[in-house]
């Protein structure tokens, strides 16, 4: 990570808070002018074009996992040098605070913490409505069939659906942002959302990704690897305690990285989190009753204003004497 300048370093910071200042306060962009929907698009495009039908997938196939490799490094090619090119020409024309507002703006589609927090939410309070109710709540957050659901397993899908998403949607594009800038936040973004659409192992939609998908999953795997450590260190800040065996837990998982933020909020709120069939998170813990997703919120809430703080800190350390 290079020294940065004082004035640089102040800009940075100052960007890095106002665009909490800009999600808490405004959301979401639209979707025409989201930039994540427009990663969407390209990828879906892309990924309906090229993934084959189930019915005529290969056991094995190296050239569709080269072209699903190819197809990834043009898109985040392109993804990071509109970015880049941004970034420039706002340092280039912009004075500090101008530019720290224009930065704000330009980071703040790239992650999104008040949507989590308010659709996972959303699900308790549907979850309060009727099962179906929180059902049809909970699948505009997660990919999984949610028809068979009982109460505690949508309540332990939401729970888990905010501690993965918390490293995805806040903390990795973040980390990104202060290690390498707009630039580092948009790819991470990218990456993060072709694995979301073509990192699947088998059939989803008709279509096998298990080779084309390859390299995304793989892509998003590294770029995550450490932002997904550093949650869980923010999450026990955040509840002031350890969470004891986390590292255990986690490998429970078949993720490398999402059983991390996962196992810290299992063991954090003393509760269970399990995926049927696949794997089960503090097993021994109670089971997870309507405050603690309340909880598990607020816990977010404080991990993503700990985060702030730290990159703060962080900016300010490698900073040079102008």
């Avoid at 910071?13 to 665009?19: D, G, N």
């Avoid at 330009?106 to 059902?135: I, Q, T, Y």
């Avoid at 594009?173 to 959302?193: C, D, H, I, K, Q």
Wanted: glycine fraction near 8%.
């Amino acid at each position: 990570m290079p020294a940065f300048p004082l004035e640089h370093a102040l800009v940075v910071a100052a960007a890095l808070w106002l665009t909490l200042a800009i999600d808490c306060w405004l959301g979401e962009p639209a979707a025409r002018w989201h930039p994540v929907v427009w990663m969407g698009q390209y990828l879906g495009w892309i990924g309906s074009r090229i993934a084959p039908p189930a019915a005529k997938a290969k056991p094995r196939d190296l050239s569709l996992f080269l072209i699903g490799a190819l197809t990834w490094c043009v898109g985040a090619m392109c993804v990071g040098m509109v970015a880049a090119g941004v970034q420039a020409a706002m340092v280039q024309w912009l004075p500090a605070w101008a530019l720290a507002m224009a930065m704000a703006f330009a980071l703040k589609p790239l992650f999104a913490w008040r949507m989590l927090h308010d659709e996972v939410l959303a699900v308790e309070a549907a979850l309060g409505v009727s099962l179906d109710a929180g059902r049809a709540q909970l699948a505009r957050l997660v990919s999984r069939d949610v028809c068979a659901l009982s109460e505690r397993e949508v309540r332990e899908s939401a729970i888990e659906s905010l501690a993965e998403n918390l490293n995805d949607s806040l903390v990795a594009p973040l980390f990104w942002f202060v290690l390498l800038g707009l630039p580092g936040a948009a790819v991470y973004r990218f990456a993060n959302t072709a694995d979301a659409m073509w990192g699947y192992r088998g059939e989803r939609n008709g279509r096998d990704w298990t080779w084309f998908g390859k390299w995304a999953a793989r892509a998003d795997d590294v770029l995550s690897w450490l932002p997904a450590r550093l949650t869980v260190g923010l999450l026990a800040l955040a509840a002031w305690q350890w969470p004891a065996g986390v590292a255990r837990e986690a490998r429970r998982t078949p993720s490398p990285n999402s059983g991390w933020p996962m196992a810290a909020m299992a063991l954090l709120l003393g509760v269970r989190l399990a995926k049927p069939g696949v794997y089960a998170l503090n097993a021994e813990g109670r089971q997870a009753e309507a405050a603690d997703t309340h909880r598990a919120a607020q816990l977010g809430g404080r991990a993503a204003l700990t985060l702030a703080v730290c990159a703060s800190l962080a900016i300010f350390a490698i900073t040079r004497p102008a």
